[in-house]
C-alpha cells in the first residue's frame, strides 16, 4: 500500500526562495565581474560609556544594481515560481500590499495572471532579505564577492523574519526621542503613555540611532550631534503600529504618538524646574525596504517637545522615582483633557494657557518669557474678568495656592501683583528688566533677589497651571474653579468679621 506523500507549504515556499536567492546571487557575482557596483562613504559611530569612536565605512548599491537588472531577474524561471508561489500562498509584499486598494483591472490581465507590474512590485520586495544578508556579510568582512556566499541559514533567517513582518497586517514602527538635561534615578522602564516608556539611552542605543540615520542619509545634516548625543542617557520611546492597507496620509496614529509626548514633557515641566526637552525623533520601521524614501530621523519643531542645546548650560532636570507618580497624574490629566479635542483648541479652556507656558522654555529673553507666563496666568486665573486685573490675579492666585501649603499667601500675592506690573512695563513701555530694578528690589522684604525672579515667576506659575490642569481633569470648568476661588476668598475675608463681632457681643 503506498503511503501518501504530504507537503508542508512552508518549507516549500523556503525552498523556492532559496533557490530564487541562489540563482540571483550567482547573476548579481558575474554583474559586479563586468560592471562594478556603485558605493558611498559613511561616518560609523560607536558609543561607549566614555564617549565615541568613528571611522569611515562603506554602503554597497546593492538595491541600485538589482532595480537596474529587474527585467533581467523577471526573466529566470526561478524568479517566476517564486512569485507564483508568494501570490498562491497569500502574501502580499510591502509594495503589492501598499498599492491593493488603488489596483485597477488595468494592472490584472483577464487570465487572472499577475501583470508585469505587480511582477516587477513583488520581485523588488523578494530581493529585499537577499540584500539584508549581503549587507550584513559584508560589515563582517568588508569583502564584496565573499558577501554573495551567504549559507543557506543565513539567507533563510532574514527571509523568515521578513516574512512574518510581510504577513503581519500591521506596520510597526519604533519611535525615539532622547532626553536633554535629564536625570533619574528610577529603575528600569516606567510607562508614561500608552506608546511611550521612560528608559536609559545606552550607548548601544546611540550607536544604532546614529548608524541606522548616517547608513542611509550620509550627506544630510544629523538630528543630533554626536557630541551632544553622547551627553544623554535618557529616552522616551515605543512603538506604534498602523494598518498596511490604509492611507498613511489620513492615519492619525504617529500624531497620537506625539501628542503623547507632548502631554509627558508638560507634565515634566509642571512637576518641577528644569529645562526638560526632546530635540530629536528617531523611528525605524520594522520591515526593511529596497530604499529608505523617506527621513525618519529629524529635528523636532514645535513649542511642547522640542528644547534645543543653548550656547550656555541649561538648568538640568532631576527627575525622582518618587516623582514618578505625579507626573504618570499630571500626564494622564493632560490626556483627559485633551480627549476629543481638535488640534487649535488641545486642553480646550486651558490651550492658551499651556500653550503660552511651553513657549517660555524655548525664549531666549527674560523679558519675552515674563509676557508668555503672564499670559498664561491671564488665560486661567483673569479667563471671565475684564477689570481690576493686577488685584484679581494676584489674589486669585493667593487663594488657589493656599490649600496646597506650597507658598506663604504674603509670598505669592507679592510675587503675583509684582510680576504683573513689570510684565505692564515691558508691554505698554518697553522696558527691560535691567530697567525695572525698583520693582525687583521690593521683592526682597520676601527673600526673592532680584537675579532669581525669572525662576521665581516660572515657579509659581507652574504650580498655578498644576492646580488648574488637575482641577479640571477631574471634571471642574475653569469658570467653575474661578467661581470657587471667587466664594473662597469672599468666605475668608468674612471669616475675621464674623470671629469678631462675636467676642465683641460675648
Known sequence: MEVPTTHDPSIELEQSYLEFARRVLSHMERWFSTEGVSHFNYLVHSFNENGYQRWAAVTVEYATLLQEHVQDLLALEETRQCIQRHLQADILLPSLRKNKKTETTEHVPQNGLPSQQTDQQVVLDLVVPLIECCRQTYDQDADLLASLRAADEQLLAHYRRLLSLWSDSLEHVDITFPRVNFTCDAKGEQAFSPHLFLRPLTPADK?????????YFPFSEPPLEAHALMSLSWKLSGTYSMPKEGDPATDTTKQEVLLELGDIVTALRLLKKGDIGAPAIYEKIHTPVLWQGMRLAGVLRG???????????????????????????????LYRLRSGKTQALLYGDLAVALRHFNQSYHRELSEEQIIDLTITLESSLLADLRDELNYRLSLRGTALLSPTRKWEPSQSQVLLKTMYDIRSGIVHNGRLLAGLEKDLKKLQRIGIEPRDFVQWCQNIVRDVLKEYVLREAKGQTLKQINDELEAYIVESLRAPSHSGEQATNE
Open 207 to 215: 550607536t544604532a540611532l546614529w548608524n541606522d540615520d548616517a547608513q
Open 303 to 333: 513649542d511642547q517637545q522640542a528644547r534645543q542645546f543653548p550656547a550656555s548650560p541649561f538648568l538640568s532636570y532631576e527627575l525622582s522615582e518618587q516623582d514618578i507618580a505625579h507626573v504618570k497624574e499630571l500626564s494622564n490629566a
